[in-house]
């Protein structure tokens, strides 16, 4: 990644597939000049370095005398594109043929291959976006959900930025303040000002924790909640995760014992991803598969966001499920009475009455054959994870690891400045804390961050992008 600013890359911005239309991006000072040399107008004189920025034009890219291709050429003059930078795209023919036609063209002709992700280092290396807006791009590339693609969008406008930097002003200036004090006490005074800063600083914690706390629902919105289906053989684990899939994706027999392995599928529910995992009944058993897939079940459990656990509400309960319930005891769960259309041995009131002083497990009545009860439990595991419909208006959720480690390092040292005044050291004891808590601040936005670790981000871009 550590390329010459100065060259002009060129890469596809488009899938690579059959489709209507298919995308070559140019980006750099010589971007309008190698299209003076591959494009020709209907007319055959016009040169797209004199027309206007912003406009788009009609002709062929040809390769001396040879024609590529009929295409529309977009013209964007820096600083007004995306990377900052002179940049053309020529929207062609979208067959896979065509469009390495026309890129082979351009690269020919003075462009070089761009890396992946080349697009957006570049916008943030001339300052048109920070390093939260550029991961905010591929996030939205990568987007699962409806709320993962919200708050993707929500962070590309810069809410992460606008509030790190509000954060960051104030950590300044007062630590310009204290600085500004030691060198002149004679004309500045820092009597009591510990007990301003502790206020401010208390302030600036409680915005970290909250940003911090959004952490695991970020996680959530991005990744997809970690489901796993628990339940003793025939309890309808597989039949659920047919009706949740829309199809028959795990099979479904009278036999009990018949999923032996881990079936796994993402689903999407009122806009939330699901990883999901149909697992082996639970119960004891002599046969060695069925035991090897037991365990996994109960493996999984343990690392699951969420569990489904699925009884056969036409059966009393046995000691199988005494297991179970251990299983889930410190997990996020959702209780599923399965076949409700038949004849029920148990109750909502039973089962609340073998979970005494655990937190409040909702538990639905369903029927995986009829459907019955299916969007009451999708409204329940809405409500579960989000506490109802989000907004993104005034929200801010942190979805990358990166940011939520910066985040968690500003905290300490924070905290080490409240110590600091606490025990009441000396005024650069503060200082020192406070630029670090800026420092780690500023890694968020790409103002504290080394070239390596901008290349390291913008690696795991798609090409063209």
Do not use: W
């Amino acid at each position: 990644m550590n390329q010459d600013l100065s060259q002009t890359i060129a890469a596809i911005s488009t899938a690579m597939t059959e489709s209507g239309i298919g995308i070559v991006r140019m980006s750099g000072e010589k971007a309008f000049a190698i299209a003076d040399k591959i494009y020709k107008s209907k007319n055959g004189k016009k040169l797209l370095s004199q027309q206007k920025s912003h406009t788009i034009h009609y002709g062929y890219i040809v390769d001396g005398e040879d024609t590529i291709d009929e295409v529309l050429v977009m013209l964007m003059r820096g600083p007004h594109s995306y990377t900052g930078e002179d940049t053309v795209e020529v929207n062609c023919h979208g067959g896979i043929l065509v469009v390495k036609k026309v890129l082979e063209t351009v690269i020919k002709y003075g462009a070089r291959p761009a890396q992946p992700g080349e697009f957006t280092k570049r916008a943030f290396l001339n300052g048109k976006m920070d390093l939260s807006q550029a991961e905010a791009v591929i996030d939205i590339i990568q987007s699962k959900n409806e709320y993962a693609l919200k708050s993707s969008v929500s962070q590309l406008k810069g809410n992460i930025k606008s509030k790190i930097n509000e954060i960051r002003s104030e950590i300044l200036y007062h630590t310009a303040f204290i600085e500004t004090a030691l060198d002149d006490p004679e004309h500045i005074s820092v009597d009591g000002y510990g007990d301003k800063l502790k206020v401010i600083v208390d302030k600036h914690l409680n915005e970290i924790e909250k940003l911090l706390a959004s952490a695991d629902d970020g996680r959530i919105i991005k990744e997809g909640i970690n489901t796993v289906i628990l339940g003793k053989p025939n309890a309808g684990k597989s039949s659920l995760l047919n009706v949740l899939v829309g199809e028959e994706r795990a099979i479904v027999t009278d036999v009990a014992g018949t999923t032996r392995d881990v079936i796994q599928e993402t689903i999407n529910l009122q806009g939330i991803s699901l990883n999901i995992m149909d697992t082996a009944g639970i119960r004891s058993t002599e046969d060695i598969v069925e035991k090897i897939g037991v365990d996994k079940a109960i493996h999984h459990a343990k690392e699951a966001d969420l569990i489904i656990y699925v009884i056969d509400a036409s059966t009393n309960l046995d000691e199988n499920d005494d297991k179970i319930l251990k299983i889930i005891e410190e997990k996020k769960t959702i209780i599923l009475l399965n076949k409700s259309d038949l004849d029920m041995m148990i109750r909502k009131e039973d089962i609340e009455h073998i979970l005494p002083g655990k937190a409040f497990v909702p538990i639905i009545e369903i029927s995986a054959r009829s459907k019955k009860g299916i969007l009451e439990f999708e409204d329940t595991l809405k409500e579960m994870f989000y506490k109802g419909d989000l907004s993104f208006n005034n929200e801010i959720y942190i979805t990358n690891v990166r940011q939520k480690t910066a985040l968690q390092d500003a905290y300490e040292s924070l905290i080490r400045v409240k110590e600091s005044i606490e025990n009441g050291m000396p005024e650069d004891f503060y200082s020192i804390d406070l630029m670090d808590a800026y420092e780690f601040l500023g890694s968020i936005t790409g103002e504290t961050v080394g070239e390596d670790l901008i290349d390291e981000i913008f690696s795991k871009f798609c090409m063209g992008k």
